[in-house]
Nanobody, 126 residues
């Protein structure tokens, strides 16, 4: 499984960014795909994932209502639209995916992030 990530950068608080993740070596029908993030000195945090097989989306409480995940099956690509960004969203964001068994994941902590990409930096200035 390989990922080509793009879309990170520097933005002011309240601004927006869109992350893209083109995946190869997997079929989105059989995988969950999404993002986790890690800020310096903090633990890894699951942000969001989507299971295309049933079109369910999962979000961390900290991003609900601000971030939207989507996917384009024909391009094998996932997107994370991030609006109303806050300084506390600053982190390296990693696109990740894992084999999905077809079950309801309940929360973002259930996202099977078994493989991930190089990461992209998102910096939100106050």
């Amino acid at each position: 499984v390989q990922f080509v990530e793009s879309g990170g950068g520097l933005v002011q608080a309240g601004g927006s960014l869109r992350l893209s993740c083109a995946a190869s070596g997997l079929s989105l029908d059989d995988y969950a795909i999404g993002w986790f993030r890690q800020a310096p000195g903090k633990e890894r945090e699951g942000v969001s994932c989507i299971t295309v097989g049933d079109w369910r989306m999962y979000y961390a409480d900290s991003v609900k209502g601000r971030f939207t995940i989507s996917a384009n099956i024909s391009k094998n690509t996932a997107y994370l639209q991030m609006n109303s960004l806050k300084p506390e969203d600053t982190a390296v964001y990693y696109c990740a995916a894992g084999s999905w068994d077809g079950t309801y994941l309940h929360t973002v902590s259930g996202c099977p992030f078994g493989s991930w990409g190089q990461g992209t930096q998102v910096t939100v200035s106050s």
